[in-house]
């Protein structure tokens, strides 16, 4: 899960403080630059109440902090979706080794 991800997620509080945590790492990883973003990842505390102070920041840092309603709902969508395919996908593919 990316951080836009991660935003609309959290905007429809869906989403827990571990979650969030691993998405700020994998924004890393992906190469966005932020100060805040390495302090959200390598924060141990995965209750809401520390996690979700330093999250604000990173989507105000980022730029992310002013998405609309609507906006969010399109991410949230193209996640579950994505999600949704790439599961069954797999499922199939293990279904059709198995009749082998």
């Given at each position: 899960m990316n951080i836009e991800q991660a935003a609309a997620f959290y905007y429809f509080e869906s989403i827990h403080g571990g979650a969030l945590i691993d998405a700020a790492m994998q924004s890393?990883?992906?190469g966005v630059a932020s100060e805040h973003l390495i302090?959200?990842?390598s924060e141990t505390d995965t209750a809401m109440a520390t996690v979700?102070?330093?999250f604000e920041v990173c989507l105000?840092?980022?730029?992310?902090?002013?998405?609309?309603?609507e906006q969010h709902s399109i991410e949230?969508?193209?996640f579950?979706?994505?999600?949704?395919?790439?599961?069954t996908w797999m499922l199939n593919r293990s279904?059709?080794?198995l009749a082998r």
């Open positions: 890393l990883l992906d302090s959200l990842a979700a102070p330093l105000k840092e980022l730029g992310l902090d002013s998405k609309t309603r949230v969508a193209k579950t979706l994505f999600d949704f395919y790439l599961v279904d059709s080794k």
